[in-house]
């Protein structure tokens, strides 16, 4: 296992987290190389039979090291912006393996793309699809483009990670899907080669997946019928994990609703895994500053808070949590907390831990995914360092911000401020 007890210690692959955190401090974020491999061969090998490309989703994990080791398994990339585009291709990841989704892509993040040759263009509008047609023309090329369509089925997630909904701002409607790959079809900068969808993310149930995927082999029929050449269907991300004993889809029976619904078309298949990927194969680690009460309460005061992992206070995410060293003497409930000034600034809420003293290390499990991505530098905190584990080896793969990188691009006008 990746992160796994020996003599009683949490260990990441075959190196003590205590070092980690001795030697480079706290808060940390581990990765596993061994299991961000697995996790992306074990996801191929279910697809096995059908041609694939596993895109990984940029935005839960950009880290250049933990995407040099997917690209290196073959993964491509997912990105939603040109940082994320500039990120997987210092990374070595291939322009043809890079597909660009998001509601909101600039005319110069979509030059950029054109630019990197990317396979794929995911279009969440009409508006722009003309963009996109109007910046090839610009250049002299054609963008290869699917509609993401917005299926109207629900993931049953959380609400802000809901967004195959016909509310959702994403996607197209399914109802104007017909309309828009005609006016595709006319534009000269743009090729149409396929759909794409996305619902949602933290998908516990395949049965949404199913809908979803069987809405859109409808579609593609349609759009065949209507003279569209769909070769790849884009299925998305949205693979749950657990948190906290909640029972995801296996890859196999994921592998299985995807064939089902779209194994006879004949198309390639995209997939964009996020949190599937990364999120078990990383450990956030912080340390026990100070322990309190507050009427029944019992707080331990950590190093670590919202700004270096937001998931517990914008979703109420459980991250499941344990001592780094063998725990000694009976767990009670507790509220492990941050630094920050604010009461949202909360990891972990009444959760069982044994007694923990000031210096004892915490490690907060499955925070891969959506973890170092939404860090900040709220309360003016240097944003935490990151490490990947090798086998027996370590290396520090982002170094933990100093107090100088607070101030980087700010300026004192004299003339405005005297
Ligand atoms: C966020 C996102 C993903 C990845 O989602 P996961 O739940 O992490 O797998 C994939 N595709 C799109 C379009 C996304 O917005």
Known sequence: MSFARRDGELCAEDVPVREIADSVGTPVYI???????????????????????????????????????????????????????????????????????GVGKRRDEIDAALAAGIKLFNVESREELRAIDAVARARGVRAPVAFRVNPDVDPKTHPYIATGLRTSKFGIPWAEAGEAYAEAKALANVSVVGVDCHIGSQLLDV?????ALARVRTLVG??????????????????????????????????????????????????????????????????????????????????????DLIRPALYGA??????????????????????????????????????????????????????????SNYNARPRAAEVLVRGD????????EVLEDLFRGETIPEEFTA
């Open 318 to 375: 459980h991250q499941p949590v344990q001592p780094v060293a063998p725990a000694r003497g009976e767990p009670a409930p507790v509220d492990v907390v941050g630094p920050v000034c604010e009461s949202a600034d909360f990891l972990a809420q009444d959760r069982p831990l044994p007694p923990l003293e000031p210096g004892d290390l915490l490690a907060f499990g499955t925070a891969g995914a959506y973890g170092f991505v939404m860090a």
């Open 207 to 211: 049965a949404p997946f199913a809908e």
């Open 31 to 101: 990765y596993s190389a061994a299991a961000l491999a697995e996790r992306l061969r074990a996801l191929g090998e279910a697809f096995a039979g059908v041609r694939h490309l596993v895109c990984f989703s940029v935005k839960c994990n950009g880290n250049l090291a933990v995407l040099r080791t997917l690209c290196r398994g073959g993964a491509g990339a997912d990105i939603t912006s040109v940082g994320e585009l500039a990120r997987a291709q210092r990374a070595g990841i291939p322009g043809d393996r890079i597909v660009y989704s």
């Open 222 to 307: 349609e759009l065949r019928a209507a003279g569209h050449a769909i070769a790849v269907v884009d299925v998305g991300g949205g693979l749950g994990v657990d948190y906290s004993g909640e029972t995801p889809p296996s890859v196999a029976a994921y592998a299985d609703a995807v064939r089902t619904a779209l194994a006879d078309l004949g198309c390639e298949i995209v997939l964009e895994p996020g949190r599937a990927i990364a999120g078990p194969a990383g450990l956030f680690v912080t340390r026990v500053l100070y322990r309190k009460r507050g009427g029944d309460k019992r707080f331990v005061v950590v190093d670590g808070a919202m700004n």
């Open 393 to 400: 080896r370590f290396a520090v793969v982002r170094e933990r």
